[in-house]
C-alpha cells in the first residue's frame, strides 16, 4: 500500500506565479489535511478536506491559497500570485475518515513539496 | 480552545530516558493523543497514540493521567538518531472537526 504521494518535491516560482501543490492520499483515505512549515518553525494547520468538501479551512490565508480535493484524482493546494514569504515546506497528510472526527484518526504524511519563490 | 502547549527544546545524552510532555486542558472526552517525531527535511510520522494510562510500543510509552489533561512521552535510552522534533496531537472538546498540532519540542540528543 504506497505512502502519501506528493508532488512535486520541490518547486521554484517567480513572484507572481502561480503554484500548485498535488497531493494523493493513501489507498481508502477520503480525509485529507495541508500543512506549512516555515525555515526552522513548526507545522502550522492550513486546511482539513473531505473528497469535495472543506471541512475546516481556518488555517488558510484568506488571499491568494485555495485548497480543493475532488471526487477523482488528488488534492490541490493553489497559491496564486505567489509571494517570497511564501517559501516554506508544504506537508500534505491523510487519514481513513472512518471514525469520528480527525482526533480520532492517525494521520499519515508525505514527504512534502519545498516550494521557492525567487 | 484546546491549545497545547510543550516545551520548546530539551537536550539529552545518549542513553538517557526522556520525558516530553504536552499539556491540553481542553481535549475532546473520546479522542486520543496522538505524538508524531519529525526528522529535518521529512513529514511527520506516528510514533505513539494514546487515550488513558500507559501504552507502550517498540519505540515508546505514552503515560496519560486520569483526567487527561497532559500526556508525557518517554523514550527509553535515546541515541543520536533521536534528535528530531515531537509534536502531540489532541482533538477539540468543543468542535468535532477541530484538533490541534502542539508547537513541537526539539529534542538534541547529544553523544
Known amino acids: 500500500n504506497a505512502g502519501v504521494m506528493q508532488n512535486p518535491r520541490h518547486l521554484v516560482r517567480r513572484r507572481g506565479q502561480e503554484a500548485r501543490l498535488r497531493c494523493s492520499p493513501m489507498k481508502g483515505h477520503s480525509h485529507v489535511y495541508w500543512y506549512r512549515q516555515l525555515p526552522e518553525e513548526g507545522l502550522k494547520f492550513m486546511v482539513y478536506l473531505q473528497k469535495e468538501n472543506i471541512i475546516d479551512e481556518s488555517g488558510m490565508p484568506k488571499e491568494r491559497f485555495s485548497a480543493e480535493f475532488p471526487k477523482e484524482g488528488p488534492s490541490i493546494l493553489r497559491i496564486q500570485q505567489v509571494v517570497r514569504g511564501d517559501s516554506a515546506a508544504y506537508f500534505c497528510a491523510s487519514s481513513p475518515g472512518l471514525a469520528g472526527g480527525p482526533g480520532q484518526e492517525t494521520q499519515y504524511f508525505g514527504p512534502g513539496t519545498r516550494l521557492l519563490v525567487l | 480552545l484546546a491549545k497545547t502547549t510543550q516545551p520548546i527544546s530539551m537536550d539529552s545524552y545518549e542513553g538517557q530516558e526522556v520525558n516530553i510532555t504536552c499539556s491540553h486542558n481542553?481535549?475532546?472526552?473520546?479522542?486520543?493523543i496522538t505524538w508524531y517525531q519529525q526528522f529535518p527535511s521529512q513529514g511527520p510520522r506516528f510514533i505513539i497514540q494514546?487515550?488513558?494510562t500507559k501504552v507502550t510500543n517498540e519505540v515508546a510509552s505514552l503515560f496519560i493521567p486520569a483526567d487527561r489533561k497532559s500526556s508525557t512521552l518517554s523514550l527509553p535510552r535515546v541515541s543520536l538518531s533521536d534528535t528530531a522534533v515531537y509534536y502531540c496531537l489532541v482533538g477539540d472538546k468543543n468542535n468535532f472537526n477541530k484538533f490541534y498540532f502542539g508547537s513541537g519540542t526539539k529534542l538534541n540528543v547529544k553523544p
Open positions: 481542553n481535549i475532546a472526552t473520546n479522542d486520543y
Open positions: 494514546g487515550y488513558k
